[in-house]
């Protein structure tokens, strides 16, 4: 014990303090108009009454996540106007003073040590069942490096600029809660950050269908040798209440105000077309170059006049709603059949065939990467709830190594366009590829016993991301085709991301369905 105490007490902080000094480095670095939508959201909930925050839209960057999120950002501008009080000017549009960028890039590592909290459970987790045997735990530090130094989270909150670390502290602490057997406090956690982001309901089923089937059953011993499953009401009323509670709290004084509708209007605007101005690597980024391929191919026969056909209709760098040229277009109803009947096999796998909390962390992993491959509208950056989790897998068995090997380098790559200014460009290699040298060094010597974790077509595609590139970043540039065709670039990494993230999908799948004859885990 007084080993594990001492392993504990020094290379996590470390860590934790390293990572947060980096950060540091990047206070004056680029940062995108997710910094403009921040120092808005901060001027509308200091400057207006609550009843005009969801309808005030002076900026085009109106107020569109969760009330719990508003009244952070209102906890925030009460700090913010010590720093500078023109950003709390809700008609200051575009404000970015010395003061405005040191403040919110101080915000975000502040919030961030929710963060490396939830990262340091989830170590905790690992190590307990590891049994914390030696002096250095090598699994635990790993996951922490893996978590902490975690590429895209960095470039994303840190340069590109956002509060994915403070929401994913909630998301990985509420994993931890429930490895630990803790159900109700893991509940809050996520019902917390549920009201803090929608986009986590991604990965509610996955929470709903757990906690019914490994929390509200629970197991009785009849004769010593026979086990039933009883209901338990008393624990789903409890779940109910926390839920109600924090979803009271949060959209309660917009119920009062009778604003509920424009308040959900903001957060699911339908209106925005199926794929983002720059295409998540996902199965519509297959979807849309394959339309635009045969659409091309048509033109060439005479079978479709080009006239006919709206001029970079998806790859004009544009949010906008488009038809396809050749093949059906795809509409919110048929995304959200798509993504539901993708997750319907994880989630019967843990209500048939439970296996404990470890088995939840899989099917939310699933969750996570169905809702991306198949969802509406989605960004980029959603990436990461699947690849952080992820990782919590992929210190522990060889299989998941691999596939966490796989998503996070091709879902890391395809979030390189967001850093598209030349001081940035180094910075986001030298990132991505210290990350990623460590985690096949890591990962290779935590399953050294398994052998290679990748198998050699899986080998050609990581190698192919190189040519990828140095295609985008070298070659493109001095060719005749940046004039004619300026969002190639984009466009290439997006579908040859997107093959390694579907991949990645399908094989995490196999390996579910593989287990799935299993036993019975009766960890809970």
């Known amino acids: 014990m007084a080993a594990a105490t001492v392993d504990r007490g020094t290379w996590f902080p470390a860590l934790a303090v390293g990572v947060s000094l980096l950060k540091a480095l990047f206070i004056n670095a680029y940062h995108s108009t997710d910094f403009e939508v921040h120092r808005n959201w901060l001027a509308i909930t200091h400057s207006l009454p609550v009843s005009r925050w969801y309808h005030e839209n002076t900026s085009k960057w109106t107020l569109d996540y969760p009330p719990l999120f508003a009244w952070f950002e209102f906890g925030l501008s009460h700090v913010a106007r010590h720093f ?8 200051n549009l575009n404000y970015a003073s010395p003061a405005t960028v040191l403040f919110q890039r101080l915000s975000v590592i502040f919030f961030d040590l929710l963060f490396i909290y939830a990262a340091r459970e989830c170590c905790r987790c690992v190590r307990n069942r590891r049994g914390g045997r030696n002096i250095f735990n090598l699994p635990s530090f790993v ?6 130094w975690n590429f895209g989270l960095l470039i994303v909150d840190h340069i590109h600029f956002q509060y994915n670390g403070f929401l994913f502290g ?16 893991g509940a809050l956690l996520f019902a917390v950050l549920l009201n803090l982001k929608h986009i986590y309901l991604y990965v509610a089923p996955a929470y709903g269908i757990f906690l019914l089937r490994s929390y509200c059953f629970t197991e009785d011993d009849v004769d010593g040798s026979i086990k039933w499953r009883s209901f338990s009401p008393v624990r789903l009323l409890a779940l109910g209440s ?5 979803c009271a709290l949060s959209f309660g004084p917009f119920i009062v105000l009778g604003q509920l509708p424009q308040v959900l209007s903001r957060l699911f605007p339908f209106r925005r077309g199926l794929c983002h101005a720059y295409w998540a690597p996902n199965v519509w980024a297959l979807y849309n170059v394959l339309d635009k391929s045969m659409a091309t191919f048509a033109v060439r026969l005479k079978l479709l006049n080009e006239t006919t056909l709206p001029p970079a209709s998806m790859t004009g760098g544009l949010v906008q709603e488009f038809q396809h040229s050749v093949l ?10 798509c993504t539901l009947l993708s997750i319907l096999p994880a989630l019967s796998s843990i209500w048939w065939r439970p296996r404990g909390a470890r088995g939840f962390l899989r099917c ?17 950056k959603a990436i990461l709830m699947a690849i952080l989790p992820l990782s919590l897998l992929a210190v522990e068995s060889s299989e998941d190594a691999g596939i966490f090997l796989l998503l996070s380098t091709s879902g890391h790559y395809s979030l390189f366009p967001l850093l598209f200014t030349p001081a940035e460009l180094p910075i986001k290699y030298a990132l991505m590829m210290l990350f990623t040298i460590f985690s096949f060094a890591a990962l290779g010597k935590l399953h050294s016993t398994q052998g290679s974790l990748l198998h050699p077509l899986e080998v050609v595609y990581l190698s192919g991301l190189v040519a990828v590139a140095i295609g985008c970043e070298l070659v493109f540039p001095l060719s005749p085709w940046q004039q004619k065709l300026p969002f190639l670039p984009l466009l290439a990494t997006s579908v040859y991301s997107s093959l390694g993230v579907c991949y990645s999908f399908l094989r995490l799948y196999i390996t579910l369905l593989r287990r799935g004859g299993g036993r019975k885990s009766k960890q809970q």
Do not use: N, R, Y
């Open 84 to 91: 500078d009080k023109k950003m709390l000017a809700v008609d």
């Open 143 to 148: 996951l922490a490096v893996l978590l902490l």
């Open 170 to 185: 909630f998301f990985l602490l509420s994993v931890a809660k429930h490895l630990q057997s803790q159900h109700l406090q």
């Open 242 to 246: 926390i839920v109600a509670a924090v």
């Open 328 to 337: 059906p277009s795809v509409t919110p109803a048929v995304t959200l059949v």
């Open 364 to 380: 939310l992993v699933l969750c996570a990467l169905a809702s991306f491959t198949f969802g509406w509208h989605v960004h980029e």
